[in-house]
Structures are given as C-alpha cells and as structure tokens.
C-alpha cells in the first residue's frame, strides 16, 4: 500500500476517532452538571434553644445570607390574626429581626402585611407594631391600604388561579425581603403554614374566597411564591400547633429555630420537626415531599428537589442531635 494510502487512513482514523471523541465530551460534561445539580445543596441553620435573640443571631452567622448592607428591607411577618404566638409571629421575634437587620447595615425597614378575616389595621394596633415601629424605626405597610396601581399582576403558566394573583409592588420591588413565619399546622385546607403559606398574606382579601373553596388550595399557595423571593426565611417554632392552627389550636413545645434562604427546605424540616412532636393525620400520614404545597413549589422550580438537598448546620451539641433525628425523617422523603 502506498504511503499516500497509509496517510488517508490514519487522516480517517484520525477524524473518526475525534468526532467520536467530541460527541463523547458533551454528554459527559452535561453527566456531571446534572450530578452536580443533583448534589448540589441549600444549608438551613436549625438552633434548639428558648433564646429568640440568640436564636435569630445565629441563624444569621450559620446561614450567612446575602448582605443587607446598604439595602432596604422587607419585612413579612405572620399577622394573620393578633392571637397569641404561635399563631401569630411573636413580638420578641420581631424585635430580634429588626435589631439584626439593622446591625447588618440595612439603610431602612418595612414591616409590611395583610391579615385576615380581622382588619389589618386593628391586627397591627393589637399587637402593639405601631409602637414598636416608632421606637425601633422602621415603617409599617398595610397592604389592604394600598391602591390598585400598588399591585402586580401574576399568571404563571400552569396556574390553578382562574384569572392569577396580584402581590404588592414594594414586596415585588423589594431590595432585600426576609420572612418569618410560625411553626404550625392548618386546619382550613393549608395542611400547614410555614414560609410558603406565609404568601397567601401578600395577596388581596378578595382573593380568599376562591382560595378557600378551590380543591387545589395547597397548590396555589405555592404559585403565590413565584410572585417574589425572600433572602432569608427565619421560623420560630418554640411553640407549635400540632394541630388545629392557624388561631388556635393543640399545642406541643419544640423550643427551635429554623432559617434558611430556600422556602422548601425550610418548609421541609418544619414539617419534619411537626412529625417528630406527633401532629395530626395529615402531617403524619403523608411524606414530606409529597405534601402539596411543597410538591407544587418543586415542580415550580422555587427552591430544592428533594431532602437530600438539604444540609442542616447547627450551633451546638444540643441542636446537632436534634438535628440527627429530622434527618432520619427527612430521609422518608
């Protein structure tokens, strides 16, 4: 054969070899990014403590959420009603977040809310916000006060909502929103109201009647999610409903704080902190993953995809140990 022959064959070879080799590349690069997807994890800062303001210090040094520095806040408490916590966030909590919000650098506060059935504004003189407000220096926004320019429109595609849901527009806007929710269970349909059904607080209260009566209930609360983001997500979960909820109901004492920057984790362990107390059927019958609200927020890409994403970081011996046993119900799915 001759060298000209020998020389189109390795240029053959050669070629073969190398688009067999470039069309190999891709699929292991995209092999590894979806391992990477699949590993890839969201930490949540879980404190077993009495201590709300040691509690919120240290969700913050174990979290490390993006800077506040030079941001202004917006606050989403839980004012569904004035009840006392935990059906509503406790006013030390309160005091705690503004407190660290403040030392982070944040160059104002607005602690915004819409209750419901009660007024909005008696909930929030109730309470005492007002005066809280003028003390601390931060502002206070009802939402039921706000014009109809004030609110966005959202339809997400797929929406159980027949025409959508408006969110405020300085919640939409916001620099910087954090969350804090209770630790509790409800009895209207919600199943339980963490930081996903914190949402349904950021819609109008004419809204209510078709989210109430919908049987897809748990799924549009977590489509209200897509309307906004928060940066830090802290539950107080000293106390509990374990069932009943979201005024009144059974309570059990779970002396913890969660936080977190990823609304299904952090929803994820407070549903497991509720199966380790010992909730109703509808918590302990169920697996986490499987509960609607978080179910709908997966599907809708908000935060993670399954437990094995989550990386629970504690301050102490006492929280760590705790934190082995969520694990294990975590671990059910």
């Not at 030392?103 to 059935?117: D, F, K, L, N, Y």
């Not at 003189?125 to 007002?130: C, R, S, T, V």
């Not at 979201?246 to 407070?270: E, H, L, N, W």
């Not at 978080?294 to 102490?316: C, F, H, N």
């Given at each position: 054969?001759?060298?000209?022959?020998?020389?189109?064959?390795?240029?053959?070879?050669?070629?073969?070899?190398?688009?067999?080799?470039?069309?190999?590349?891709?699929?292991?690069?995209?092999?590894?990014?979806?391992?990477?997807?699949?590993?890839?994890?969201?930490?949540?800062?879980?404190?077993?403590?009495?201590?709300?303001?040691k509690a919120v210090k240290e969700i913050l040094q174990l979290i490390n959420p993006p800077?506040?520095?030079?941001?202004?806040?917006?606050?989403?408490?839980?004012?569904?009603?004035?009840?006392?916590?935990?059906?509503?966030?406790?006013?030390?909590?309160?005091?705690?977040?503004?407190?660290?919000?403040?030392?982070?650098?944040?160059?104002?506060?607005?602690?915004?809310?819409?209750?419901?059935?009660?007024?909005?504004?008696?909930?929030?003189?109730?309470?005492?916000?007002?005066?809280?407000?003028?003390?601390?220096?931060?502002?206070?926004?009802?939402?039921?006060?706000?014009?109809?320019?004030?609110?966005?429109?959202?339809?997400?595609?797929?929406?159980?909502?027949?025409?959508?849901?408006?969110?405020?527009?300085?919640?939409?806007?916001?620099?910087y929103l954090v969350s804090t929710c209770c630790l509790k269970t409800h009895q209207y349909?919600?199943?339980?109201?963490?930081?996903?059904?914190?949402?349904?607080?950021?819609?109008?209260?004419?809204?209510?009647?078709?989210?109430?009566?919908?049987?897809?209930?748990?799924?549009?609360?977590?489509?209200?999610?897509?309307?906004?983001?928060?940066?830090?997500?802290?539950?107080?979960?000293?106390?509990?409903?374990?069932?009943?909820?979201?005024?009144?109901?059974?309570?059990?004492?779970?002396?913890?704080?969660?936080?977190?920057?990823?609304?299904?984790?952090?929803?994820?362990?407070?549903?497991?902190?509720?199966?380790?107390?010992?909730?109703?059927?509808?918590?302990?019958?169920?697996?986490?993953?499987?509960?609607?609200?978080?179910?709908?927020?997966?599907?809708?890409?908000?935060?993670?995809?399954?437990?094995?994403?989550?990386?629970?970081?504690?301050?102490?011996?006492?929280?760590?140990?705790?934190?082995?046993?969520?694990?294990?119900?975590?671990?059910?799915?």
């Amino acid at each position: 054969m001759s060298q000209r022959n020998i020389s189109s064959i390795k240029r053959r070879d050669f070629i073969k070899n190398s688009i067999a080799g470039l069309a190999a590349m891709p699929a292991l690069r995209f092999g590894n990014l979806g391992m990477e997807n699949a590993e890839k994890k969201t930490k949540v800062a879980l404190i077993k403590t009495q201590d709300r303001k040691k509690a919120v210090k240290e969700i913050l040094q174990l979290i490390n959420p993006p800077s506040m520095q030079g941001k202004k806040v917006f606050l989403k408490p839980n004012f569904n009603t004035a009840d006392p916590f935990p059906a509503s966030t406790h006013n030390d909590t309160l005091i705690a977040l503004i407190q660290e919000i403040k030392g982070q650098g944040a160059t104002g506060i607005t602690v915004g809310e819409r209750s419901g059935p009660p007024l909005t504004q008696k909930v929030i003189e109730d309470k005492g916000i007002l005066a809280m407000a003028k003390e601390l220096g931060f502002d206070v926004m009802n939402f039921e006060e706000l014009p109809e320019a004030d609110w966005v429109h959202f339809n997400p595609p797929g929406s159980h909502w027949s025409e959508g849901f408006y969110i405020p527009k300085p919640a939409v806007k916001a620099e910087y929103l954090v969350s804090t929710c209770c630790l509790k269970t409800h009895q209207y349909g919600g199943v339980f109201t963490f930081s996903l059904k914190l949402s349904v607080g950021m819609t109008p209260k004419r809204l209510m009647r078709e989210l109430h009566r919908s049987p897809d209930q748990r799924k549009m609360i977590a489509e209200i999610n897509t309307g906004y983001t928060p940066r830090l997500i802290v539950m107080d979960g000293l106390e509990a409903f374990v069932d009943g909820g979201p005024s009144t109901g059974k309570k059990a004492q779970a002396d913890v704080f969660v936080g977190g920057t990823d609304r299904i984790a952090v929803d994820a362990v407070g549903v497991a902190v509720l199966k380790e107390l010992g909730s109703n059927d509808a918590i302990m019958s169920t697996k986490i993953f499987e509960q609607e609200q978080i179910k709908r927020a997966v599907e809708l890409g908000l935060g993670i995809s399954g437990p094995q994403q989550i990386d629970i970081v504690t301050p102490d011996e006492p929280s760590r140990l705790y934190s082995e046993k969520l694990k294990s119900i975590l671990a059910q799915g």
